[in-house]
T-cell receptor
Framework: GAVVSQHPSWVICKSGTSVKIECRSL??????MFWYRQFPKQSLMLMAT?????????EQGVEKDKFLINHASLTLSTLTVTSAHPEDSSFYIC???????????FGNGTRLTVT | EDKVVQSPLSLVVHEGDTVTLNCSYE??????LLWYKQEKKAPTFLFML????IEKKSGRLSSILDKKELSSILNITATQTGDSAIYLC?????????????FGKGTHLIIQP
């Protein structure tokens, strides 16, 4: 069964609004979660690493003020896309890692469409 | 910069054929190589390879790592239409304070009935 739950699975929002995506590890504590983005017919690109209780680490080129990440507990990380624009439309996927393990489990992803 | 290159990028075969998908990598600190299958949503885990020359098998799928050649192959025998998917190869990396997976572009496999 799914060990990482991501919500919502799809969302449509208007340009300029903010959208929050949740990623939960269901049966383990995840000190680290990862957020990826995937454009159509392209591979997954790591956006940021979310560490419980500390600031997220962003990949080069990813705007930290636009993609706010909060990892408030060992089972929950959230990604907020602020002031969304149509170019932010994409498939966002989270991955959670058990302590000391290689990330193996992905959420089902969130399809974001900004109109 | 870590790199993962997959080939071919797309492949169309008939049901029953055997396919071999390739993945080559360049990483500073190799720890493992992972294969995923992605259908409509998030990738599902297939294999994790850490040792060279040891084949991992699951049903009709198998995979092997060659650390000398910095590569891995994923084999699917007696393919079925349900095998149609994007197959992703990834390696864990550490760089710039982040610690995630670097993915290849994937091989889009289409199995025709």
């Amino acid at each position: 069964g799914a060990v990482v739950s991501q919500h919502p699975s799809w969302v449509i929002c208007k340009s300029g609004t903010s959208v929050k995506i949740e990623c939960r590890s269901l049966d383990f504590q995840a000190t680290t979660m990862f957020w990826y983005r995937q454009f159509p017919k392209q591979s997954l690109m790591l956006m940021a690493t979310s560490n419980e209780g500390s600031k997220a680490t962003y990949e080069q080129g990813v705007e930290k003020d636009k993609f706010l990440i909060n990892h408030a507990s060992l089972t929950l990380s959230t990604l907020t896309v602020t002031s969304a624009h149509p170019e932010d439309s994409s498939f966002y996927i989270c991955s959670a890692r058990r302590q000391g393990g290689t990330p193996l489990h992905f959420g089902n992803g969130t399809r974001l469409t900004v109109t | 910069e870590d790199k993962v290159v997959q080939s071919p990028l797309s492949l169309v075969v008939h049901e029953g054929d055997t396919v071999t998908l390739n993945c080559s990598y360049e990483v500073t600190n190799f720890r493992s190589l992972l294969w995923y299958k992605q259908e409509k949503k998030a990738p599902t885990f297939l294999f994790m390879l850490t040792s060279s020359g040891i084949e991992k098998k699951s049903g009709r799928l198998s995979s092997i790592l060659d650390k000398k050649e910095l590569s891995s192959i994923l084999n699917i025998t007696a393919t079925q239409t349900g095998d149609s998917a994007i197959y992703l190869c990834a390696v864990p990396y550490s760089g710039g304070g982040a610690d995630g997976l670097t993915f290849g572009k994937g091989t889009h496999l289409i199995i025709q009935p």
